[in-house]
Protein backbone atom coordinates (compact mmCIF):
# COMPACT_ATOMS: atom_id res chain seq x y z
CA UNK A 1 0.00 0.00 0.00
CA UNK A 2 1.41 3.29 -0.89
CA UNK A 3 1.23 6.04 1.69
CA UNK A 4 0.55 9.29 0.43
CA UNK A 5 1.13 11.95 3.51
CA UNK A 6 -1.67 14.89 3.26
CA UNK A 7 -0.24 18.14 1.86
CA UNK A 8 -2.36 20.05 4.32
CA UNK A 9 -1.62 18.58 7.09
CA UNK A 10 1.21 19.41 9.77
CA UNK A 11 1.72 17.63 12.85
CA UNK A 12 1.46 20.02 15.64
CA UNK A 13 5.13 18.89 16.90
CA UNK A 14 6.04 19.89 12.99
CA UNK A 15 4.76 23.16 13.00
CA UNK A 16 5.67 24.42 16.41
CA UNK A 17 9.40 22.85 16.36
CA UNK A 18 10.31 24.27 13.49
CA UNK A 19 13.74 22.97 11.75
CA UNK A 20 16.38 25.48 10.08
CA UNK A 21 15.66 25.75 6.93
CA UNK A 22 12.51 27.86 7.90
CA UNK A 23 14.52 30.54 10.08
CA UNK A 24 13.77 32.77 6.87
CA UNK A 25 10.26 32.69 7.89
CA UNK A 26 9.48 35.96 10.09
CA UNK A 27 6.68 34.96 12.77
CA UNK A 28 6.49 38.34 14.76
CA UNK A 29 6.72 41.82 14.29
CA UNK A 30 6.62 44.64 16.10
CA UNK A 31 5.96 47.56 14.20
CA UNK A 32 7.87 51.13 14.47
CA UNK A 33 4.72 52.80 15.76
CA UNK A 34 4.45 50.47 18.59
CA UNK A 35 5.67 49.68 22.39
CA UNK A 36 5.35 46.74 24.27
CA UNK A 37 5.87 46.69 27.56
CA UNK A 38 6.62 43.12 29.52
CA UNK A 39 8.46 40.01 28.90
CA UNK A 40 7.84 38.78 25.06
CA UNK A 41 8.56 35.25 24.41
CA UNK A 42 8.38 33.70 21.06
CA UNK A 43 9.16 30.46 19.45
CA UNK A 44 9.83 32.36 16.26
CA UNK A 45 11.63 34.64 14.27
CA UNK A 46 11.32 38.23 15.67
CA UNK A 47 11.63 41.31 14.06
CA UNK A 48 11.89 44.84 16.35
CA UNK A 49 11.46 47.56 14.87
CA UNK A 50 9.77 50.07 17.43
CA UNK A 51 9.90 49.89 21.49
CA UNK A 52 10.01 46.72 23.88
CA UNK A 53 10.35 47.32 27.45
CA UNK A 54 10.78 44.13 28.30
CA UNK A 55 12.68 40.86 27.95
CA UNK A 56 12.81 39.07 24.95
CA UNK A 57 13.41 36.07 24.46
CA UNK A 58 13.35 33.43 21.64
CA UNK A 59 14.53 29.87 20.57
CA UNK A 60 14.87 31.44 16.73
CA UNK A 61 16.11 34.80 15.42
CA UNK A 62 15.73 38.28 16.41
CA UNK A 63 16.55 41.32 14.39
CA UNK A 64 16.40 44.84 15.90
CA UNK A 65 16.63 47.49 13.34
CA UNK A 66 17.85 50.70 13.48
CA UNK A 67 15.99 52.80 15.41
CA UNK A 68 14.44 49.80 17.31
CA UNK A 69 15.15 49.96 20.94
CA UNK A 70 14.75 47.04 23.90
CA UNK A 71 14.77 48.23 27.37
CA UNK A 72 15.75 44.59 29.16
CA UNK A 73 17.89 41.54 28.41
CA UNK A 74 17.49 39.48 24.79
CA UNK A 75 18.25 35.76 24.89
CA UNK A 76 17.94 34.27 21.34
CA UNK A 77 19.78 31.19 19.08
CA UNK A 78 21.41 34.11 16.91
CA UNK A 79 20.66 38.01 16.23
CA UNK A 80 21.45 40.73 14.60
CA UNK A 81 21.45 44.26 16.16
CA UNK A 82 21.49 47.70 14.34
CA UNK A 83 19.28 49.81 17.34
CA UNK A 84 19.65 49.98 20.82
CA UNK A 85 19.60 47.68 23.59
CA UNK A 86 20.00 48.08 26.95
CA UNK A 87 20.45 45.08 28.72
CA UNK A 88 22.31 41.75 28.29
CA UNK A 89 22.53 39.56 25.24
CA UNK A 90 22.70 36.21 25.17
CA UNK A 91 22.96 34.47 21.70
CA UNK A 92 23.62 30.81 21.20
CA UNK A 93 24.70 30.67 17.83
CA UNK A 94 25.96 34.19 15.91
CA UNK A 95 25.29 38.11 17.22
CA UNK A 96 25.80 40.73 14.44
CA UNK A 97 26.31 44.24 15.61
CA UNK A 98 25.82 46.76 12.90
CA UNK A 99 27.69 49.95 12.31
CA UNK A 100 24.34 51.38 14.31
CA UNK A 101 24.17 49.17 17.11
CA UNK A 102 24.43 50.19 20.52
CA UNK A 103 24.97 47.98 23.60
CA UNK A 104 24.36 48.68 27.09
CA UNK A 105 25.00 45.52 29.08
CA UNK A 106 26.96 42.17 28.73
CA UNK A 107 27.20 40.21 25.73
CA UNK A 108 27.66 36.62 25.59
CA UNK A 109 27.31 34.78 22.44
CA UNK A 110 29.08 31.76 20.07
CA UNK A 111 30.49 34.04 17.38
CA UNK A 112 30.70 38.00 17.59
CA UNK A 113 30.45 39.92 14.22
CA UNK A 114 30.89 43.65 15.38
CA UNK A 115 30.64 46.11 12.68
CA UNK A 116 33.03 49.24 12.25
CA UNK A 117 31.16 52.26 14.36
CA UNK A 118 28.86 50.01 16.61
CA UNK A 119 29.06 50.59 20.56
CA UNK A 120 29.28 48.16 23.09
CA UNK A 121 29.53 48.85 26.80
CA UNK A 122 29.48 45.85 28.81
CA UNK A 123 31.66 42.68 28.81
CA UNK A 124 32.00 40.49 26.11
CA UNK A 125 31.98 36.88 26.08
CA UNK A 126 32.61 34.49 22.97
CA UNK A 127 31.59 30.80 23.80
CA UNK A 128 33.08 29.61 20.56
CA UNK A 129 36.71 30.29 21.17
CA UNK A 130 38.56 28.32 23.02
CA UNK A 131 40.58 30.72 25.97
CA UNK A 132 42.00 27.82 28.10
CA UNK A 133 45.54 27.87 26.29
CA UNK A 134 45.69 31.63 27.13
CA UNK A 135 44.92 31.07 30.77
CA UNK A 136 48.03 28.08 31.15
CA UNK A 137 51.60 29.35 31.11
CA UNK A 138 53.80 27.13 29.79
CA UNK A 139 57.90 27.12 30.13
CA UNK A 140 58.27 29.18 26.89
CA UNK A 141 56.09 31.67 28.21
CA UNK A 142 57.72 31.90 30.92
CA UNK A 143 60.98 32.45 29.54
CA UNK A 144 59.35 34.73 27.30
CA UNK A 145 57.94 37.01 30.42
CA UNK A 146 60.75 36.82 32.16
CA UNK A 147 63.17 38.21 29.40
CA UNK A 148 60.44 40.51 28.83
CA UNK A 149 60.77 41.75 33.10
CA UNK A 150 64.21 41.73 32.61
CA UNK A 151 64.65 44.07 29.23
CA UNK A 152 62.43 46.50 31.51
CA UNK A 153 64.64 46.82 34.59
CA UNK A 154 67.50 47.28 32.29
CA UNK A 155 65.86 49.89 30.59
CA UNK A 156 64.88 51.87 33.72
CA UNK A 157 68.38 51.89 35.17
CA UNK A 158 69.31 53.29 31.30
CA UNK A 159 67.16 56.14 31.33
CA UNK A 160 68.37 56.95 34.91
CA UNK A 161 71.76 57.49 34.12
CA UNK A 162 70.87 59.01 30.64
CA UNK A 163 67.92 61.21 30.66
CA UNK A 164 66.26 61.80 27.45
CA UNK A 165 67.03 64.84 26.40
CA UNK A 166 64.13 67.30 25.89
CA UNK A 167 63.13 68.30 22.10
CA UNK B 1 -26.58 10.89 6.72
CA UNK B 2 -26.02 14.50 5.39
CA UNK B 3 -28.25 17.58 6.81
CA UNK B 4 -28.14 20.40 4.69
CA UNK B 5 -28.63 23.95 5.64
CA UNK B 6 -30.21 26.40 3.95
CA UNK B 7 -29.58 30.17 4.01
CA UNK B 8 -32.95 31.83 4.25
CA UNK B 9 -32.20 33.91 1.07
CA UNK B 10 -31.75 30.53 -0.91
CA UNK B 11 -35.78 31.13 -1.61
CA UNK B 12 -34.55 34.07 -3.85
CA UNK B 13 -35.36 34.05 -7.83
CA UNK B 14 -31.76 34.77 -8.55
CA UNK B 15 -31.09 31.37 -7.09
CA UNK B 16 -33.38 29.26 -8.04
CA UNK B 17 -31.67 27.74 -11.15
CA UNK B 18 -28.33 27.36 -9.03
CA UNK B 19 -29.93 25.34 -6.51
CA UNK B 20 -32.00 23.47 -9.09
CA UNK B 21 -28.68 22.36 -10.39
CA UNK B 22 -27.11 22.16 -6.59
CA UNK B 23 -29.75 19.41 -6.02
CA UNK B 24 -29.58 17.42 -9.13
CA UNK B 25 -25.47 16.92 -8.64
CA UNK B 26 -25.92 15.61 -5.05
CA UNK B 27 -28.91 13.32 -6.36
CA UNK B 28 -26.17 11.85 -9.00
CA UNK B 29 -22.90 11.38 -5.95
CA UNK B 30 -26.16 9.58 -4.13
CA UNK B 31 -25.62 12.02 -0.72
CA UNK B 32 -28.65 13.66 -1.03
CA UNK B 33 -30.15 14.27 3.18
CA UNK B 34 -32.13 16.41 5.09
CA UNK B 35 -33.14 20.09 4.19
CA UNK B 36 -33.35 22.21 6.99
CA UNK B 37 -34.39 25.66 5.72
CA UNK B 38 -32.99 28.70 8.68
CA UNK B 39 -34.68 32.04 9.20
CA UNK B 40 -32.24 34.90 10.13
CA UNK B 41 -32.69 34.80 14.19
CA UNK B 42 -32.44 30.62 13.79
CA UNK B 43 -29.65 29.06 16.22
CA UNK B 44 -28.41 26.71 14.22
CA UNK B 45 -26.89 24.73 17.49
CA UNK B 46 -29.66 22.74 19.20
CA UNK B 47 -30.89 22.10 15.56
CA UNK B 48 -27.70 20.21 14.85
CA UNK B 49 -27.73 18.74 18.09
CA UNK B 50 -31.34 17.00 17.32
CA UNK B 51 -30.04 16.10 13.96
CA UNK B 52 -27.05 14.34 15.58
CA UNK B 53 -29.30 12.39 18.46
CA UNK B 54 -31.15 11.36 15.17
CA UNK B 55 -28.11 9.66 13.49
CA UNK B 56 -26.73 12.36 11.59
CA UNK B 57 -22.44 12.83 11.11
CA UNK B 58 -22.46 15.46 8.37
CA UNK B 59 -23.56 19.28 8.46
CA UNK B 60 -23.59 20.96 4.88
CA UNK B 61 -24.07 24.65 5.11
CA UNK B 62 -25.58 26.00 1.60
CA UNK B 63 -25.08 29.60 1.52
CA UNK B 64 -22.56 32.38 1.77
CA UNK B 65 -20.01 33.91 3.94
CA UNK B 66 -22.22 35.42 6.17
CA UNK B 67 -24.22 32.35 7.08
CA UNK B 68 -21.04 29.84 7.29
CA UNK B 69 -20.15 32.14 10.09
CA UNK B 70 -23.33 32.48 11.69
CA UNK B 71 -23.76 29.33 12.01
CA UNK B 72 -20.21 28.55 13.16
CA UNK B 73 -20.46 31.07 15.77
CA UNK B 74 -22.85 28.58 17.72
CA UNK B 75 -21.60 25.32 16.82
CA UNK B 76 -18.08 25.52 15.36
CA UNK B 77 -16.92 23.02 18.33
CA UNK B 78 -19.85 20.50 17.62
CA UNK B 79 -18.50 16.95 17.53
CA UNK B 80 -19.66 16.30 13.60
CA UNK B 81 -18.46 17.48 10.13
CA UNK B 82 -19.26 20.25 8.36
CA UNK B 83 -19.02 20.91 4.72
CA UNK B 84 -19.95 24.20 2.97
CA UNK B 85 -21.64 24.49 -0.51
CA UNK B 86 -20.84 28.27 -1.39
CA UNK B 87 -23.74 30.06 -3.72
CA UNK B 88 -23.44 33.15 -5.58
CA UNK B 89 -21.08 34.94 -7.01
CA UNK B 90 -17.99 35.05 -4.39
CA UNK B 91 -16.61 33.50 -1.69
CA UNK B 92 -13.72 34.36 0.39
CA UNK B 93 -14.11 31.35 2.79
CA UNK B 94 -14.72 28.69 0.05
CA UNK B 95 -11.47 30.12 -2.14
CA UNK B 96 -9.43 29.71 1.35
CA UNK B 97 -10.49 26.26 1.56
CA UNK B 98 -10.28 25.40 -2.17
CA UNK B 99 -14.19 24.62 -2.34
CA UNK B 100 -15.38 25.71 -5.68
CA UNK B 101 -18.87 28.04 -6.13
CA UNK B 102 -22.20 26.77 -6.83
CA UNK B 103 -22.88 23.01 -8.22
CA UNK B 104 -18.87 22.05 -8.44
CA UNK B 105 -18.60 22.04 -4.85
CA UNK B 106 -20.93 18.92 -4.89
CA UNK B 107 -18.36 17.29 -6.03
CA UNK B 108 -15.50 18.32 -3.17
CA UNK B 109 -18.17 17.43 -0.72
CA UNK B 110 -18.63 13.83 -2.13
CA UNK B 111 -14.87 13.48 -2.36
CA UNK B 112 -14.98 13.92 1.54
CA UNK B 113 -11.29 14.84 2.70
CA UNK B 114 -11.53 16.37 5.76
CA UNK B 115 -9.10 18.17 7.72
CA UNK B 116 -9.15 19.40 11.33
CA UNK B 117 -8.73 23.46 12.20
CA UNK B 118 -8.41 26.03 14.78
CA UNK B 119 -11.26 27.91 15.84
CA UNK B 120 -10.92 30.18 17.62
CA UNK B 121 -13.20 31.97 20.99
CA UNK B 122 -14.43 35.38 21.10
CA UNK B 123 -16.14 36.45 24.63
CA UNK B 124 -19.48 33.98 23.80
CA UNK B 125 -19.10 32.85 20.36
CA UNK B 126 -16.64 31.08 18.01
CA UNK B 127 -15.21 32.51 14.70
CA UNK B 128 -12.99 30.39 11.92
CA UNK B 129 -12.08 33.27 9.28
CA UNK B 130 -10.95 36.18 10.88
CA UNK B 131 -11.64 39.39 13.08
CA UNK B 132 -11.61 43.07 12.59
CA UNK B 133 -11.43 45.75 14.96
CA UNK B 134 -11.94 49.50 13.85
CA UNK B 135 -9.06 51.61 14.98
CA UNK B 136 -9.31 53.44 18.23
CA UNK B 137 -7.55 53.71 21.42
CA UNK B 138 -6.72 50.21 22.66
CA UNK B 139 -4.44 48.11 24.56
CA UNK B 140 -3.69 44.26 23.81
CA UNK B 141 -2.85 41.80 26.00
CA UNK B 142 -0.76 38.64 24.95
CA UNK B 143 -0.71 35.49 26.55
CA UNK B 144 -1.17 37.36 30.35
CA UNK B 145 2.41 37.92 29.70
CA UNK B 146 2.89 41.41 27.66
CA UNK B 147 0.96 44.42 26.50
CA UNK B 148 1.28 46.49 23.52
CA UNK B 149 -0.13 49.70 22.31
CA UNK B 150 0.52 52.33 20.03
CA UNK B 151 2.53 54.81 20.57
CA UNK B 152 1.10 57.83 18.99
CA UNK B 153 -2.68 57.37 19.22
CA UNK B 154 -5.52 54.70 18.24
CA UNK B 155 -4.65 51.57 15.95
CA UNK B 156 -6.99 49.17 14.12
CA UNK B 157 -6.34 45.34 14.90
CA UNK B 158 -6.86 42.18 12.89
CA UNK B 159 -7.08 38.71 14.31
CA UNK B 160 -6.56 35.94 11.41
CA UNK B 161 -7.16 32.00 11.53
CA UNK B 162 -8.42 31.00 8.04
CA UNK B 163 -8.54 34.26 5.92
CA UNK B 164 -5.77 36.02 4.98
CA UNK B 165 -4.79 39.69 6.66
CA UNK B 166 -6.09 42.30 4.18
CA UNK B 167 -4.50 45.21 5.12
CA UNK B 168 -3.01 48.72 4.33
CA UNK B 169 0.32 47.32 4.35
CA UNK B 170 1.29 44.73 1.71
CA UNK B 171 4.40 43.71 3.56
CA UNK B 172 2.07 42.29 6.42
CA UNK B 173 -0.17 41.00 3.00
CA UNK B 174 3.04 38.16 2.71
CA UNK B 175 2.42 36.70 6.22
CA UNK B 176 0.96 32.87 5.87
CA UNK B 177 -2.13 32.49 8.28
CA UNK B 178 -2.58 28.95 8.43
CA UNK B 179 -5.79 27.33 10.10
CA UNK B 180 -3.91 24.59 11.64
CA UNK B 181 -0.53 26.08 13.11
CA UNK B 182 -2.13 25.70 16.65
CA UNK B 183 -2.15 29.50 16.89
CA UNK B 184 -4.32 32.79 16.09
CA UNK B 185 -2.14 35.62 14.10
CA UNK B 186 -2.95 39.74 14.77
CA UNK B 187 -2.05 41.92 12.56
CA UNK B 188 -1.71 45.71 14.57
CA UNK B 189 -2.08 48.86 12.41
CA UNK B 190 -1.45 51.88 14.37
CA UNK B 191 -3.21 54.92 12.59
CA UNK B 192 -2.74 58.96 12.55
CA UNK B 193 -5.32 61.63 12.51
CA UNK B 194 -4.75 64.25 10.11
CA UNK B 195 -5.63 67.47 11.91
CA UNK B 196 -7.46 69.44 9.30
CA UNK B 197 -9.45 66.98 7.67
CA UNK B 198 -9.51 64.64 10.17
CA UNK B 199 -8.50 61.65 7.43
CA UNK B 200 -7.33 58.69 9.12
CA UNK B 201 -3.77 57.26 7.73
CA UNK B 202 -2.12 53.79 8.42
CA UNK B 203 1.50 54.27 9.51
CA UNK B 204 4.26 52.83 8.55
CA UNK B 205 4.55 48.74 9.29
CA UNK B 206 1.46 46.75 10.43
CA UNK B 207 2.66 44.77 13.67
CA UNK B 208 1.76 40.63 13.73
CA UNK B 209 1.76 38.89 16.78
CA UNK B 210 1.02 34.65 16.58
CA UNK B 211 -1.11 33.86 19.99
CA UNK B 212 -3.20 31.66 21.81
CA UNK B 213 -4.73 34.13 24.09
CA UNK B 214 -5.78 37.90 24.07
CA UNK B 215 -7.53 40.44 25.59
CA UNK B 216 -8.31 43.84 23.95
CA UNK B 217 -9.15 46.70 25.69
CA UNK B 218 -10.65 50.07 24.76
CA UNK B 219 -11.13 53.65 26.50
CA UNK B 220 -14.18 53.45 25.15
CA UNK B 221 -16.75 50.61 22.42
CA UNK B 222 -14.87 49.74 19.69
CA UNK B 223 -16.35 48.14 16.87
CA UNK B 224 -15.80 44.76 16.09
CA UNK B 225 -16.63 42.67 12.81
CA UNK B 226 -16.50 39.16 13.46
CA UNK B 227 -17.09 36.42 10.67
CA UNK B 228 -19.24 39.10 9.00
CA UNK B 229 -21.17 39.78 12.16
CA UNK B 230 -20.91 43.76 13.69
CA UNK B 231 -20.85 43.92 17.19
CA UNK B 232 -19.64 46.76 19.87
CA UNK B 233 -17.53 45.58 22.89
CA UNK B 234 -15.39 47.37 25.86
CA UNK B 235 -13.13 44.27 26.13
CA UNK B 236 -12.10 41.61 23.74
CA UNK B 237 -11.33 38.25 25.27
CA UNK B 238 -9.66 36.19 22.68
CA UNK B 239 -8.20 33.06 22.47
CA UNK B 240 -7.68 29.80 20.44
CA UNK B 241 -10.41 26.80 21.16
CA UNK B 242 -9.68 23.70 22.85
CA UNK B 243 -11.36 21.52 20.12
CA UNK B 244 -11.09 21.35 16.28
CA UNK B 245 -13.40 22.05 13.46
CA UNK B 246 -13.67 19.33 11.18
CA UNK B 247 -14.34 20.31 7.84
CA UNK B 248 -14.68 19.02 4.24
CA UNK B 249 -11.72 20.94 2.17
CA UNK B 250 -10.83 20.89 -1.40
CA UNK B 251 -7.76 20.61 -3.61
CA UNK B 252 -7.17 24.05 -4.26
CA UNK B 253 -7.32 25.45 -0.86
CA UNK B 254 -5.11 28.43 -0.09
CA UNK B 255 -2.81 27.30 3.46
CA UNK B 256 -0.66 24.26 3.84
CA UNK B 257 1.00 24.79 0.82
CA UNK B 258 4.59 25.32 1.80
Excluded at chain 1, 113 to 133: E, H, M, P, R, Y
Excluded at chain 2, 8 to 26: C, D, G, W, Y
Excluded at chain 2, 151 to 174: K, S, W, Y
Amino acid sequence: MLYMPSLFSKSVEEIEHKNDSDSDQVDTVVGPSVVVEGDFVSHGNIVVKGVVSGNVKTSQHLLVEEGAKIMAHVKARSAKVAGEVRGNIKVKDTLELTATAKVLGDVECGTLIVAGGAGINGKCTTLAVDFSSLKETNKEDKKILGLRKKSKIELAGFEEQQPMASV
Amino acid sequence: MYVYLYDPALKEKRFQSIMKTVENRLTDFGITGRIIRLTPFTNAKPIIEDEVARGSKTFVIVGNDTTFGHIMSSSAALPVTFGYIPVGDDSAVAHSLGIPLNAPAVDVLSARKIEPLDIGWMNNRYFISRIEIEPAPLSVEYDAQFRVRARDGEMGVTICNLLPFQGAHLGARDHVVHPQDVQLDAFLEPVEKKRWFRKRVTTQAASIFPFREMVIRGRRPFTVVADGRHSKEISLSIKLADVKLKMVVGKERMFGLS
